[in-house]
């Protein structure tokens, strides 16, 4: 699986767009792009993924760029329910595991 | 529709003593994975299931982990002789076919090995 490069922490005002970015700059051409969080003390939670087209499902929308060296997780109106590490995530279709890096800690603040 | 379901949700032990955990999948995932969380850390991955296939193992840390799936469903995480560093919560997950990567996850049992 390529490896994916995020920024620790993020904060964002409640009601506001969060935006989290994320590097893949070696990912394959067969990989996908797939995003998960974790919200305290709760399992891991799909959230949305992509090969290379926008996708936009009823919690996200994820953007990727042409290259596809690079993507964005967008929560459109952030919640204080949204505060969790986000996991970004290369993967070819035909694996098994999943493999979880740091994240970002995403902090959604009143 | 119901997602993963595990149980128990907490279950505290004594060291030495075994311990099951229980994963329902999502109805009709062919798919079926255990990893676990340590304090602080990222996934552990432990083993997985598809189908009638002979399950992937090479997660499980030790001899006395082990895991059984039967009539291709309900699983069962087994630890014997537990120590304290067994001490995680234990996630289970599941998805419709296991060349789709989107697993659905339970919300884990948290096991305390004293």
Not at chain 1, 80 to 103: E, M, Q, S, W
Not at chain 2, 63 to 77: M, N
Request: hydrophobic share 30%.
């Amino acid at each position: 699986d390529a490896k994916t490069t995020q920024p620790p922490s993020m904060d964002c005002a409640e009601g506001r767009a969060a935006n989290l970015p994320c590097n893949h700059s070696t990912i394959s051409g067969n990989e996908y792009v797939y995003w998960y969080r974790q919200i305290h003390s709760q399992g891991p939670q799909y959230i949305i993924h992509g090969l290379k087209n926008n996708e936009t499902n009823e919690m996200a929308s994820l953007i990727i760029t042409e290259d596809r060296k690079s993507s964005t997780l967008i929560l459109p109106h952030a919640t204080l329910r949204d505060t969790a590490v986000y996991y970004c995530i290369a993967r070819a279709p035909y694996g098994n595991k999943l493999v979880f890096g740091a994240g970002t800690i995403l902090r959604v603040k009143s | 529709g119901a997602g993963v379901s595990q149980s128990p949700s907490n279950k505290v032990t004594e060291k030495g003593k075994d311990v099951e955990l229980r994963c329902d999948p999502i109805s009709g995932h062919t798919a079926l994975y255990w990893y676990r969380q340590s304090l602080g850390q990222g996934l552990e991955f432990l083993i997985y299931f598809q189908g009638n296939s002979a399950p992937d193992k090479s997660g499980l840390p030790s001899d006395r982990f082990s895991a059984e799936r039967t009539g291709g469903s309900v699983s069962t995480l087994t630890i014997q002789r537990t120590q304290q560093e067994d001490s995680a919560v234990y996630l289970c997950a599941s998805s419709p076919e296991w060349y789709q990567e989107t697993q659905y996850f339970g919300p884990g049992t948290r096991l305390l090995v004293l």
